[in-house]
């Protein structure tokens, strides 16, 4: 099972290859309208998981604010996102009110690799992580600005700690490989390389 969060719209989900080739694949897309057009493309590919829903530390609901369209991605209020440092002037947002869960609530076990690019959020997908992934690529820093991760340090730590080491370092993105895990192959690690390469 491949997952991606914050998977945006079809044309921008880095799985989307993968998925036509019939592998098992689960989407994250908290924003609605995104959420809409994901589900009109894949809903019925039978190896396809959608949840249309913003991972959080609690159940219940997120505020989710999405920017002017082509400043920056959709983003949780209250999260040091990218978006901040892409205008100068006050960010206008549009806020959407959805529904938050734990990922280990939607969580298979049996993920084997995963793509984190979640404008700032991606340590609330660590911190109940129950699948075991052979490959975790996460937004760590923008490549326009001087943007940096707000929990880098527990990231870099939870890596540590969890066994997974620094493959390489891509455009924003870190892509890291459990010490212990064999990847799925060599291509799919170059894959994760490229992962990040749209707009962050």
């Known amino acids: 099972m491949l997952c991606e ?3 945006s719209v079809p044309s921008e989900v880095r799985l989307a290859d993968r998925i036509e080739a019939g592998e098992d694949v689960m989407l994250i897309e908290p924003l609605p309208s995104a959420f809409k057009q994901l589900a009109s493309k894949w809903d019925v590919y039978p190896n396809v998981s959608l949840h249309n829903v913003a991972i959080a530390l609690d159940e219940g609901h997120a505020v989710m604010l999405e920017p002017q369209p082509g400043t920056s991605g959709t983003f949780m209020k209250g999260v040091y996102s990218p978006a901040f440092h892409k205008r100068q002037k006050r960010l206008r947002t549009t806020s959407y009110r959805v529904d938050a869960v ?3 609530s939607i969580d298979p076990g049996d993920i084997t690799e995963l793509y984190l690019d979640m404008e700032g959020s991606e340590w609330f997908v660590l911190q109940h992580l129950l699948s075991q992934p052979g490959i975790i690529t996460i937004e ?4 326009h600005s001087t943007y940096k ?3 880098a340090t527990e990231i870099v730590e939870w890596m540590a700690i969890n066994s997974y080491e620094l493959q390489a370092e891509k455009d924003g993105d870190n892509v890291y490989h459990h010490r212990y895990l064999p990847s799925s192959n060599e291509s799919h690690i170059t894959d994760s390389i490229r992962f990040g390469q749209g707009p962050d």
Do not use: G, L
Request: aromatic letters at 16%; proline letters at 8%.
């Open 5 to 7: 969060c914050a998977a």
């Open 102 to 104: 734990r990922f280990s």
């Open 140 to 143: 760590m820093r923008s490549t």
């Open 149 to 151: 991760n707000p929990f």
